[in-house]
């Protein structure tokens, strides 16, 4: 059952796969940006927020134990018995969460906005009990998990950019409810294809049932501390927009949608990398300690070398990336920006780590210190929104990130090598050429610019990166 290829072949096609789903969305959001303007483009954003919630709650966890299981499980049948009773487990807490959020809804600030926008968005809850994905990541099937992203993404690009307008003129809805519905339609399709690969997989459908009792309670303790991490985790995420949404205007959550859905993708290219390093960081945690700390700090050197350039130059080129993108309708969101190019590389890190602690079975000490910055970017946010607004809201979350970042560097310090902090101090020279590139080209355009930044950076650094690798005498294949 088990995938054939090796780690580097899993992560580039999940990477692929996702620059491809991502540059989809990305076009997707500017036109939406542009089509429905600051204050529906915000209602719209806040959303998807609260969408993430719902999602994230319903998921509880389930995925990344799934991975987990299924990585360290190899009969077929065994296999199949367990994506099904997960699955079953999965539905449940989806009909719990549907209900709840029927409940919730109307009592937030932002209902009065357009109520059926948000109760479509928590729909979605439904489908993903079906996104069979976490089974083809657990099985390292990654050629059709990235297939199956990309098709996603593909499909809801395709019916934003083309149906949009026309469903809105020929049915007279608002254009902003199509957005939810053309998002769930293109959920259903992917979940459909990845269906249809996993029956080829197993020679049967992967019908919900539900385990025994004592079975459900035992995943329900082992995701007690992933459930709740991800949903605390989530307010890290985008309590921004929430925030946002409850305690000012939607134009200014729309502006502040558009800076931080674009920098986003720098934790999406986390979550991509763990779901290639999950399933062999697990069984390493399990059987094979010193390769475990070899792997880590070998892929967290790349990490922070790949996160190094784009805060820094996120900072340098902000406001005219943003201008590029959006035009001058979207002028506030340049400085925004530029603040969350740091926040969010310093919350990739934090997720790195985090996520270590998970493939180490040591998931309940990462809540408390998603718990304590979580209750930062809320109170934070709370004090700034009204005071500063977007920009407000983007410290907020820079302060949150910092100290997440802080507090699990601390509790993972005994796994970091010595050569680590040598390779960041190698990597400084680049980066000070990729500054000294862009400062000198401050009249280019803003494409070119980082098109040179990144030439001058990527020489410089590719040296430490061999031998750091080398250093490591880790083979990654």
Known sequence: MRG???????????????????????????YLADRLGPHWFGVVQVGVAFLAYALTTAEWGMFSLGIREIARQDKPETILAYARSH?????LQALVV???????????????????????YLAAVLPQVF??????????????????????????????????DPLSRLTGMPAPRWVPLLFLTAMIAGNVVMGVVVRGWFGQWVWPTLPAWSEVRRRWRETVPLGAG????????????????????????????????MIFLMVVAIEVLWSALLPRLSRLAQLDHAGFRRAFNLYLGFVLAGLLPLAVGGVLTGPDLVALFYGPDYVAAGPVFQVLAVSYSLLAVAMFLGNTLVAMD??????????????VAVGANAFLVPRNGVEGAAWGMLLAHSGLAVSLISIQRRLFVRRLGLLLALLVPAVLAMVLVVRVGAAWHVALRIVAGATAYLPLAAGPLLWFRRSQRWETT
Not at 87 to 91: E, V
Not at 150 to 157: H, N
Not at 363 to 373: D, I, K
């Open 230 to 261: 991800i949903v605390v985790l989530r307010i890290l995420l985008n309590v921004d927009l929430i925030m946002l949404g409850a305690l000012a205007a939607p134009a200014m959550a729309g502006h502040y949608a558009a800076a931080s859905r």
């Open 362 to 375: 040591r998931q309940t000490a990462y809540f408390p210190p998603l718990l304590a910055a979580a209750v």
């Open 98 to 120: 549907a209900g709840l959020g029927l409940l919730v809804l109307p009592h937030l600030p932002f209902w009065s906005n357009d109520p059926w926008i948000y109760v479509l």
């Open 4 to 30: 054939k290829r090796g780690l580097l072949q899993n992560l580039g096609m999940l990477t692929a796969s996702q620059i491809a789903a991502q540059l989809l969305n990305v076009w997707a959001l500017v």
């Open 131 to 164: 996104m069979y994905s976490w089974i083809g990541v657990g099985l390292e099937r990654i050629p059709w998990v990235g297939v199956v992203k990309s098709l996603r993404s593909l499909v809801y690009a395709a019916l934003i950019l083309l149906l949009l």
């Open 87 to 91: 699955t079953g487990i999965m539905g």
